[in-house]
């Protein structure tokens, strides 16, 4: 077997695992592209850790970085490694190996909020970079979670009163709302309509999804966003709203529906990052908590840095 076929059929066998550390979500968001997984094992050859990733390519250089879409992935250990700092140490220290021998020119990763890998890989000479997104954790009580919304939010719901939420809006007509609000504050969208089309229809298929939207009277969407859950997660990951509308409540009370949703799966609520001021600044009046996570990072060759902020400096032009 080959080490994705293992990952697949030992990712299943573990109690939970991110969504976006899932075999069926990798498929969808690396389609068209290179994933695999670097796996450690114990003396008895059974996996105590695995890294799944995309490599991707440019020129002669070889890199790894997070697939379109996903907050978490590096390296996940099996639970009864988790809380083992040693034993933590010991796999990571098989995967830097594996990493070392993959000739890379960089190598990138988000790992999970809490992760004793964070520290192992700094202390094998990686660097590190905080990150932080916003979680609700508590949705039991709604009544008490509005109330932990700030007097704006609160007076934005109060403007919502005669839009309502709908659970039917189909992919294509989403991706083409959110492509024509962006442009019209001079933005594009960073994802294809084929992209958001596989995710959907893989995500759909396991009951993992939900595209949520706020209407007018007449059915016409003021604000709508793409939601994917797990076991314990709902992740905010595509909202998106009109600006002609931007005073008509639709934002607070799309958050607010998406809650109602996470609370009937029974999972707790995840903005899906917010390192942005004005991101950050908006999840917060929310009742939201920051959680931090870290990036882990290491340049293999030091030319390929000029690579990278040119990249960056592409996708500043389009925010």
């Keep these: 077997m080959t080490n994705k076929e293992r990952y697949i059929e030992w990712a299943g066998e573990q109690e939970y695992i991110p969504i976006s550390m899932t075999p069926w979500w990798l498929d969808a968001v690396c389609a068209g592209k290179e994933w695999d997984v670097l796996l450690a094992e114990d003396e008895k050859g059974n996996i105590t850790g695995a890294m799944p990733y995309l490599l991707r390519k440019r020129a002669w250089y070889k890199y790894i970085v997070m697939p379109q879409m996903s907050q978490i992935g590096g390296i996940w250990v099996t639970a009864d490694i988790t809380a083992d700092r040693w034993k933590t140490a010991e796999v990571?220290?098989?995967?830097?190996e594996q990493l070392d021998g993959m000739k890379l020119a960089y190598y990138y990763q988000q790992y999970l909020p809490g992760s004793l890998c964070v520290d192992a890989m700094r202390a094998l000479g990686f660097k590190t970079q905080e990150?932080?997104?916003y979680r609700v954790e508590d949705l039991s009580d709604l009544d008490k979670v509005i109330a932990s919304f700030s007097k704006n939010k609160r007076r934005q719901l109060q403007k919502a009163l005669s839009l309502h939420a709908e659970h039917s809006m189909e992919p294509e007509n989403f991706y083409r709302l959110h492509t024509e609000w962006l442009q019209a504050r001079g933005r594009r969208v960073s994802y294809s309509r084929e992209f958001l089309l596989v995710l959907e229809r893989k995500a759909r298929r396991l009951k993992q999804c939900e595209i949520l939207s706020i209407c007018n009277a007449d059915g016409?969407?003021?604000?709508?966003?793409f939601l994917?859950?797990?076991k314990n997660y709902m992740y905010y990951l595509i909202p998106s709203y009109d600006?002609?509308?931007r005073e008509s409540g639709a934002s607070a009370l799309l958050v607010l529906e998406a809650m109602k949703l996470a609370r009937e799966k029974h999972v707790h609520f995840d903005f899906e990052?917010?390192?942005e001021r004005g991101t950050a600044r908006h999840y917060k009046q929310f009742g939201s908590i920051p959680v931090t996570y870290y990036a882990v990072e290491r340049y293999y060759k030091p030319l390929f840095r000029i690579a990278i902020w040119i990249q960056k400096i592409r996708e500043w032009?389009?925010?």
């Design 243 to 245: 600006p002609a509308f």
């Design 92 to 96: 990571c220290r098989k995967i830097k």
């Design 228 to 230: 994917v859950w797990d």
């Design 220 to 225: 016409q969407a003021y604000a709508a966003a």
């Design 131 to 133: 990150r932080i997104t």
């Design 317 to 319: 032009r389009y925010r």
């Design 273 to 275: 990052g917010g390192t």
